[in-house]
């Protein structure tokens, strides 16, 4: 078969559709992951505003590793005692972001599999 005789790639559904959100939108979504504010959008959660953090404590007896990022490739910041009290301000893929002083800053990453809820 030769090169002209190849049929042409047509995408699915309804022409002129990516069916990726309008450039706006994907910048504002993209912009606000990073943790910046955009004007005209709602705040995240992160500023202190909005919904509450989760309370949680550490539940592994030798203590958690508290990393920079969301998986074990991450700098271990510190290592956080059995009982620490913590607040997960969102879920990442099986990891917490967590803010240790309540002051709707993230200061680090926690695997969700070791924290339980405060009341426990």
């Known amino acids: ?14 022409p002129g559709r ?7 939108r994907r910048r504002a979504v993209a912009a606000r992951s990073r943790g910046r504010c955009i004007p005209g959008q709602p705040r995240h ?8 953090a989760a309370h949680r404590r550490v539940n592994a007896r030798a203590g958690l590793r508290l990393r920079s990022g969301p998986g074990l490739e991450h700098e271990v910041l510190r290592l956080l005692p059995f009982g620490t009290a913590v607040f997960v301000e969102r879920e990442i893929n099986g990891w917490a972001a967590v803010d240790l002083e309540t002051d709707g800053a993230i200061d680090g990453f926690l695997s969700q599999a070791f924290l339980t809820s405060a009341a426990a």
């Open 45 to 52: 959660a992160t500023a202190g505003r909005g919904r509450r």
């Open 1 to 14: 078969m030769g090169e002209g005789d190849r049929p042409e790639h047509r995408p699915q559904g309804k």
């Open 18 to 24: 990516s069916g990726a959100p309008p450039r706006g």
